[in-house]
Each structure stands twice: as structure tokens, then as C-alpha cells.
């Protein structure tokens, strides 16, 4: 990690850091960089837990849309904490590893295809066609759709921080993405941001 260990909370980091671990189980990976801006990294966890643990999507959705999220923005720390729990979800682990070499997923459930299509076309075009909203919004009702621009919106925001402090992996977890090294994309061709044509 770019950053210097904590070595010593204040009263406030170590009042949020419990909180965290109350919660969560212990304060780890990007929390110890949110510790840094104390206020921030409490609205964030909140945040945070809202889109994991309360949102109107269904859990197997949730942990999609911040998978989809951390290959968009290639964070493989919250990859690698994620995509077991998106496959005990049920979610289905082919899709994902398509995913994760920047292919169309083709999910056969069809709520999991079209999210994915939804989030792509605003993380990557940064627009939503008639068509893809229309059909969101009769599969995930309104409430469901802002939920998810708030889970994408939160969980890319998660990604970059991953990124930029250099969140290093979790121990003896691999590197997930077969574009990217550490921190750096070790090959351009066939980069479209996270999607390429099916095939």
C-alpha cells in the first residue's frame, strides 16, 4: 500500500474503526485508508453497508453490480472478496470468469444479464438507451434502479481508492484479471473498459 501504516488511532478513527468491526468483522483493506478522512470514512461504511446488506436488489444483484463495478475499474481487491460470496448468491461462476476476462458474461438469468447490460451502458457510455431503462425498470421497479446507481456509484468509488492507495491483495489470493499485473494493465489490445462483443 502507498500509505504508511496506522500506528496510532485517534479517539475518533478507533470510535469508527469499532463500529466497522462491530460490523463487518474487522477493520481491514480499504477501511484503513478511509480512516484517514475519519467523517468521510463514516458516511462511506454507512454507505457501504446500506448497498451490501439493505438494498431493495436481491443479495445475488448486489454482489453482481460490485463485481461489475470493480472489473469496470479492474480494483482486483474487491474482485477477490467478492466473487465467492457473488457465487454463493447464485450467481453463476462461468459468467463471472467471462466477466473477468472482459467478455460478455451471457448470464442465463435473465435479471443478472440485464443488470449487467444496464451497468455497463452507464459505467461505460454514460447513458442508459429507452430501451435498457424501460426494461430495468419493469424488472427492478424504481426504487430498484436508483438503489442500483447508488450500489454502482458506491462501489466504483470503493474501486478507486483500491487503486490509487494500492490496496495490496488479500494474502495468497491470485490476481484475478488476466490484463492486469499489480497495478498496471500489462495488455491494451481488446480493451474496451470492460466489455467485449459476445462471441
Known amino acids: 500500500m502507498r500509505l504508511a501504516p496506522l ?13 466497522i468491526t462491530s460490523r463487518r468483522g474487522g477493520t481491514r483493506g ?6 484517514r478522512s475519519p467523517e ?24 453482481l453490480s460490485l463485481l ?14 467478492h466473487i465467492e460470496k457473488a457465487v454463493d448468491a447464485g450467481v453463476a461462476r462461468e459468467g463471472l470468469e467471462r466477466l473477468a476476462r472482459r467478455e460478455d458474461p451471457g448470464f442465463v438469468d435473465d435479471e443478472e444479464q440485464l443488470l ?3 451497468a455497463t451502458e452507464i459505467l461505460e457510455d ?20 436508483v438503489d442500483l446507481i447508488g450500489s454502482l456509484g458506491n462501489f466504483s ?7 490509487t492507495f494500492q490496496v495490496d491483495l488479500q494474502p495468497g ?27
Not at 500506528?7 to 463500529?19: G, K, M, T
Not at 480499504?30 to 480512516?35: C, H, I, K, N
Not at 457501504?48 to 436488489?57: D, H, K, N, T, V
Open 157 to 163: 468509488m470503493l474501486a478507486m481508492l483500491l487503486n
Open 116 to 118: 449487467y447490460r444496464f
Open 173 to 199: 489470493r491470485p490476481e484475478p484479471f488476466p490484463d492486469i499485473h499489480g497495478f498496471t494493465r500489462v495488455e491494451s489490445a481488446g480493451h474496451h473498459g470492460g466489455r467485449t462483443e459476445p462471441v
Open 40 to 63: 468521510l470514512c463514516e458516511r462511506v461504511e454507512a454507505l457501504g453497508a446500506f448497498c451490501r446488506f439493505e438494498s431493495a436488489l436481491p443479495l445475488r444483484l448486489r454482489e
Open 126 to 145: 454514460h447513458f442508459v438507451s429507452d430501451e435498457t431503462f424501460a426494461a430495468g425498470l419493469a424488472t427492478f421497479g424504481d426504487q430498484g434502479l
Open 30 to 35: 480499504p477501511f484503513l485508508v478511509w480512516l
Open 68 to 81: 461489475i463495478a470493480s472489473r469496470h475499474f479492474d480494483a482486483q481487491y474487491s474482485w477477490n472478496a
Open 7 to 19: 500506528e496510532q488511532l485517534s479517539p475518533r478513527q478507533a470510535e469508527i474503526s469499532e463500529r
